[in-house]
């Protein structure tokens, strides 16, 4: 008995100081997860060897054999609970996300995932080709007309059903038009690109590698109020080769890669005690990518605010090179564009997004409209096809909120209003439909 826990002792020992050696010498140099599990396990271990061998010492060897087996009956329950748990549930609380090194993360083909929230609690779906929505083929009949959605969470549609989205809204409407105006023999197709807490660097890479697989007719960029930060955040950790003229980001090494995976595919529980300590970290206020990215925090809205001061001309520079890099990829491919904005909650009216701006932004914040006006002399510089979308947000008279009240996101009503405005833009410029 002695021999084994000894064994055991420096076993786990060993392995513990090898798991501290791998994560200081890691790309991100951080204790993530899977690793303060797995070193919190092994320390119980070695501190129930080390007191196990004490108590043998003073001749309480039964005591110490059935601890044992009290001890393994709990890990063994505890597994077959994860495991069946893993096999029911699993596939409805799939991780709906893939770490990337050339766009930091991308959906998930072919996945349901689950977004419990108190106000809203309903499942997603991607397509066979990693979008959000039903599937489709890639190769565009003649007679459609493709429409690519770019943008991030509110272009694709978090805390709503795929049917209240306005990619599906706009498609309706416009096959809608279409039908009155008899020209029945076209058809619209419109792909929600939309991934969460994506910017215009992103949004670029992206369409990058799947334009020529799409092919759409006309690509629209939804720039969200939240991408003038998070920009700046992506491009701090992204590695730029002006040689490929590509950019990279950095992913985790494949051994954790895969511990992740099978624990997100195979296993319930400790799923859920990896989102805990992962969600943990919501109360550093420190920016960094990941707080600012997925958290809430209150530099990401700064700049919407009349006490912003900051100069903030190198981030537009950033913004800009992004949405141009985008603009031209579609000149060279023959493709129309326009770019779009909207607002969050805080800046249509007092009583939309309440309170749950109150995480983002002081009370009663004066707003500013400065983020708007940049982005419009921009594009009148560029002749840049624009949409601003806060005149329609702002005059809605509608008895439905736009926004959830602790959620960011919008209801069903901002993604009608969001797919009214969008379809008039399309229909009179780029269908030529008389109206």
């Known amino acids: 008995m002695k021999k084994f826990l000894w064994s055991v002792l420096i076993f786990t020992f060993g392995l513990a100081c090898l798991v501290i050696i791998i994560e200081v010498f890691s790309d991100d140099s951080r204790f993530g997860p899977i690793s303060i599990i797995v070193l919190s396990s092994l320390s119980l271990l070695i501190l129930f060897s080390s007191i196990s061998l004490l108590l ?24 077959f609970l994860d495991v069946l748990a893993g096999i029911i549930l699993v596939e409805k609380f799939s ?16 996945t349901i995932f689950y977004v419990p929230k108190p106000e809203t609690k309903i499942f ?32 694709m549609g978090y805390s709503v059903e795929n049917e209240n989205t306005f990619s599906v809204l706009v498609e309706k409407k416009l096959n809608e038009i279409l039908t009155k105006s008899k020209k029945d023999e076209k058809k619209v197709e419109v792909i929600n690109g939309g991934v969460n807490s994506y910017s215009p660097l992103l949004s670029f890479i992206q369409l990058k590698e799947i334009i020529h697989v799409v092919n759409p007719d006309l690509v629209v960029l939804n720039f969200d109020m939240s991408d003038l930060i998070q920009e700046q955040l992506y491009r701090s950790i992204a590695k ?23 624990i997100e595919e195979n296993l319930y529980l400790t799923r859920l005690l990896l989102y805990f300590i992962e969600n943990k970290e919501n109360f550093s206020a420190e ?22 001061n900051k100069d903030r001309t190198k981030q537009w520079n950033n913004i800009f090179k992004s949405i141009s890099r985008i603009k031209k990829l579609c000149d060279d491919n023959y493709t129309e564009f326009i770019l779009t904005t909207y607002p969050w909650g805080h800046q249509v009216s007092l009583d939309e997004w309440n309170p749950g701006r109150d995480r983002f932004i002081p009370q009663n914040s004066d707003i500013s409209d400065k983020s708007i006006e940049i982005l419009e002399s ?12 806060f005149p329609a947000f702002r005059n809605y008279e509608g008895e439905e909120q736009i926004y959830f009240d602790y959620d960011m996101h919008w209801k069903p009503a901002g993604h009608r209003i969001m797919a009214i405005e969008l379809g008039k833009i399309i229909s009179e410029n780029y269908l030529q439909i008389d109206r």
């Open 56 to 79: 043998i010492q003073k001749g309480k060897k039964e005591f110490v054999i059935r601890s044992m087996l009290l001890f393994g009956s709990i890990i063994f329950v505890y597994i």
């Open 95 to 110: 991780n709906a996300y893939l770490k990337d090194e050339f766009r930091h993360h991308k959906l998930k083909p072919s």
């Open 124 to 155: 997603m779906k991607t397509n066979n080709l990693g979008f959000r929505g039903k599937d489709m083929n890639p190769i565009k009949k003649k007679n459609v007309y493709r429409i690519l959605m770019l943008g991030d969470s509110f272009t």
């Open 240 to 262: 730029y080769d002006s040689i490929k003229n590509e950019f990279k980001f950095s992913i985790n090494k494949k051994s954790k890669k895969i511990a992740v995976q099978w």
């Open 287 to 308: 920016l960094t990518v990941k707080n600012v990215v997925r958290l809430a925090n209150p530099q990401l809205l700064e700049h919407t605010l009349k006490s912003d």
């Open 378 to 389: 921009f594009t009148d510089e560029n002749k840049i096809k624009f949409l601003n979308t």
